[in-house]
């Protein structure tokens, strides 16, 4: 019977089950005792949120190969607050390592998103001003939001992934994990064919 667990990622934990020779990071071991399941994906040590872990492989590529385009949402503390042609330049995509990201949808946020204070917490300065953005993203680049935050001037000082999909935060605490509901399972699996380009 294959597994499929969703996970609230805390800040400072690696995205896999070993450790990094020489890393004090902790890792997905501190949280899940589950044997065989394999994250589909990942999110960088200083990124908090969703991982989607399971032993289901088909499942695995279907959200990983970035030909099927599978959906990643974001919350973004930003420095400063971006004006309406930096957000666009995010939506159009940003050249970061030479190549051009895919359009992205991307949004101000009215209000801070409701989230336990990351520990250890985020610089505060002052006299510069900081907001929150929602990015939807489909394509997983190394230190991809990051990178293009910063090409348009906003570097990022927190980052969540909220959704996977369908699949959203609500309700999972930093270190919580669930099991995916059959009706959830069933939609993960259902978009099959590779995205067209856009």
């Known amino acids: 019977m294959a597994r499929y ?43 908090e949120g969703l991982l989607l872990l399971t032993d289901d492989g088909v499942l695995q590529h279907l959200l990983t190969d970035p030909r099927f385009g599978h959906p990643r949402t974001y919350w973004a503390q930003v420095e400063g607050v971006p004006a309406e042609e930096a957000l666009a330049r995010l939506r159009r995509g940003v050249e970061i390592q030479g190549v051009r990201t895919k359009p992205a949808v991307v949004r101000m946020l009215d209000a801070e998103p409701v989230l336990l204070p990351r520990e250890p917490p985020v610089r505060y300065r002052k006299s510069i001003p900081a907001a929150w953005i929602e990015l939807t ?38 270190g919580e994990w ?6 959830e399972i069933t939609a993960c699996r259902a978009r099959r064919e590779p995205s067209p380009k856009y």
């Open 137 to 174: 993203l489909r394509e997983g680049r190394n230190r991809q939001v990051r990178r293009m935050t910063a090409a348009v001037g906003h570097p990022t000082l927190r980052l969540v992934r909220c959704a996977i999909g369908k699949l959203a935060i609500d309700g999972l605490r930093p």
């Open 178 to 183: 669930r099991e995916l509901t059959a009706a």
């Open 5 to 47: 667990i969703l996970f609230h990622k805390p800040y400072g934990v690696l995205s896999r089950f070993t450790p990094e020779h020489g890393s004090a990071h902790r890792t997905l071991k501190d949280y899940l005792d589950i044997p065989g399941i394999y994250p589909a994906g990942r999110l960088d040590h200083d990124s």
